[in-house]
């Protein structure tokens, strides 16, 4: 990678973490206190400097999907599909947060040398695998998890592999559990308590007879299911995870992923 190519990444990098952290900061603020005004002043002034930082990266292009994805932070759907006049102004400031950490996994992305040496953070080809996602700081996360584990099924770490993969999908279940809530799930025969105290196993339940997700996951090895307990205390494998094991998980990652976004 040439030198000035991977300073302008890191400048990059270190300028939206910085607007990370005075986001992080404004919505513990406007959450606790909407209308604190010198906290909206200050938050006018953020989102101000994101722009900017968002249209340099998206090279002034309205249609990149960096760009895209900054205007529609600021909207807000109900369950129709209509669009919500009024969002709260901790709402708008976490999305954009959400919208950062995005910019900033792509730009890791590149300065790892998995974009070619030619592009520029503008070019960066955009993580929209996990759009459906409702939690825009669950985003990158289970992005870049998916990104280890195809890495790791190609180098034969199936066990890593298998891992990331259940990680994944009890995650992007998890997060289309709670966005339909706890009444809906109640209707589905969910178990007693917090989704978070549920097993892996009663969300899948869960979430299949909510309608949420069809019958893929009856694919899931055994292995998968207990994904938790592949190992010890002391991080040793207890299993071994076969090739056919990883590469089936994988599987019913994709059409679970298929189920919640019928779009991809």
Not at 238 to 255: F, G
Request: proline share 5%.
């Amino acid at each position: 990678m040439q030198e000035s190519l991977r300073s302008q990444i890191d400048s990059n990098l270190s300028h939206l973490n910085a607007l990370i952290r005075r986001g992080r900061s404004l919505r513990e603020t406007l959450t606790s206190d909407p209308s604190d005004k010198s906290a909206l002043v200050a938050n006018r002034a953020w989102q101000q400097d994101c722009g900017v930082a968002i249209y340099q990266l998206s090279g002034g292009s309205k249609a990149h999907w960096l760009a895209r994805a900054f205007s529609e932070a600021f909207l807000l759907r109900a369950d129709s599909g209509q669009v919500i006049e009024a969002v709260a102004p901790g709402e708008i400031v976490e999305r954009l947060v959400g919208v950062l950490g995005q910019a900033i996994l792509s730009l890791s992305r590149m300065g790892d040398g998995q974009i070619g040496s030619t592009s520029s953070p503008s070019a960066a080809p955009p993580p929209r695998r996990f759009e459906f996602v409702h939690n825009p700081r669950l985003r990158p996360v289970v992005e870049q998890a998916y990104i280890d584990s195809r890495d790791a099924l190609e180098q034969g770490r199936y066990d890593t592999a298998l891992v990331h993969s259940c990680g994944i999908l009890e995650a992007i279940v998890t997060d289309a559990l709670e966005y339909q809530g706890l009444e809906r799930a109640a209707e589905a025969g969910a178990p007693a308590g917090k989704i978070a105290d549920w097993s892996f196993n009663d969300r899948l339940g869960v979430a299949e007879r909510a309608g949420l997700i069809r019958g893929g996951c009856a694919r899931l090895p055994e292995i998968a299911r207990r994904y938790r307990d592949l190992t010890d205390g002391d991080g040793n494998p207890q299993w071994t995870v076969t090739e056919r094991d990883a590469k089936r998980t994988a599987q019913v990652l994709h059409v679970v992923m298929k189920d919640l976004d019928p779009g991809r």
